[in-house]
């Protein structure tokens, strides 16, 4: 090594060093903060539907490599709570803000939600040490030209670290994305194993796959009012020596009728929702499965604090 190339090596890092941190990816609800985290991992780890506040808790994603690790952090949709689900959420969100060393502030460039924008840039972190990125999601559904006056908006309101185009869905932008996040890193730990894709358990991803396909498939109030909880799951082997994982899970709906509607006539819909449900889950799980569920009412889960821990605490 040249002694040029040493210079300043006591007060700069080791660029060899392995660098790691925290992304939080926060936004109004629906604007691709999941379908953000699945295009980034590559891999389906939260579930996403066209319809708002589809995610309920933070679902951290990691990404390892020689040189670094990222635990991405996506998060439930940013509303004015009506109820302490919501609350719950909106808490839970913003929670995520506290722990990271970047924030990708996500924004749907095709429906701008202008007041809940203003109340998050209130909330985004001033430290120096905490980057701010905000993304302009969905730029596959509008023309370049008119994101213009978006930067210019944006810039207006807050000192952003950057400002990215993207779309979550096709995948455009994302790899800059990450070579800026990536330049962002400061030397840090190994926060988990290196073949570690989530800390979340199983279990978590399975309600959530089966919450999906409800969300999917209802309408109205009954996405809202439906939660999911795993309550056994074992691997049997059949007569012929097959493995199989038995699951056993509890859809709970606040009302006798949203539980009818879930049903279904015949019971054809909870059928419909086990076996798409259970299709993803053998890929996840890469295993036969047998799936049953539940149907069943817990009148007002959503707004009674004991009833929304019970529930299998999908809240943090
Ligand atoms: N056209 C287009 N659609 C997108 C893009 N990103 C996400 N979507 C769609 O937007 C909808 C919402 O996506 P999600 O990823 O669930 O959004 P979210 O921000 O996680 O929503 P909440 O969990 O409810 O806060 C889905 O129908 C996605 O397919 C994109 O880049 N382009
Ligand atoms: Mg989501």
């Not at 939080?24 to 699945?38: F, Q």
Request: proline share 5%.
């Amino acid at each position: 090594m040249s002694e040029d190339s040493n210079q300043g090596s006591e007060n700069s890092p080791d660029v060899d060093e392995f660098r790691s941190g925290y992304v939080s990816i926060i936004g109004a609800p629906n604007v691709g903060k999941s379908t953000l985290l699945n295009t980034i991992l590559g891999q389906k780890l939260a579930i996403v539907t066209p319809k708002p506040q589809t995610t309920r808790n933070q679902i951290r994603g990691i990404v390892t490599t020689d040189t670094h690790q990222i635990v991405f952090v996506d998060t439930p949709g940013l509303m004015d709570p009506k109820y302490r689900l919501q609350s719950e959420m909106v808490r839970t969100a913003y929670g995520a803000i506290r722990d990271a060393d970047v924030v990708l502030f996500v924004v749907d460039v095709a429906h701008r939600n202008e007041k809940i924008e203003n109340t998050i840039i209130e909330r985004l972190p001033k430290a120096k040490n905490c980057k701010n990125i905000l993304i302009f999601n969905k730029v596959d559904l509008v023309d370049k030209p008119s994101l213009l006056p978006l930067f210019e908006d944006f810039q207006n309101k807050f000192e952003f670290d950057e400002m990215i185009p993207i779309s979550a869905k096709t995948g455009d932008g994302v790899p800059l994305l990450l070579d800026k996040v990536r330049s962002y890193l400061l030397p840090g730990p190994h926060y988990f194993p290196e073949d570690q894709l989530s800390d979340l358990p199983e279990r978590f991803f399975i309600s959530e796959t089966v919450r999906e396909k409800i969300m999917l498939i209802t309408q109205r109030e009954v996405p809202y009012a439906t939660a999911v909880v795993v309550e056994e799951f074992e691997k049997r082997l059949r007569k012929n020596s097959e493995e199989i994982i038995y699951i056993r899970a509890i859809v709970y709906t606040e009302k006798q009728t949203q539980k009818q509607i879930i049903i279904g006539k015949g019971g054809k819909l909870i059928k419909r929702v086990g076996e798409l449900a259970r299709h993803e889950i053998e890929k996840f799980l890469d295993s036969r499965v047998f799936l049953e569920l539940y149907v069943t009412v817990k009148s007002d889960w959503r707004r009674d604090v004991r009833k929304l821990k019970e529930l299998g605490g999908f809240l943090d």
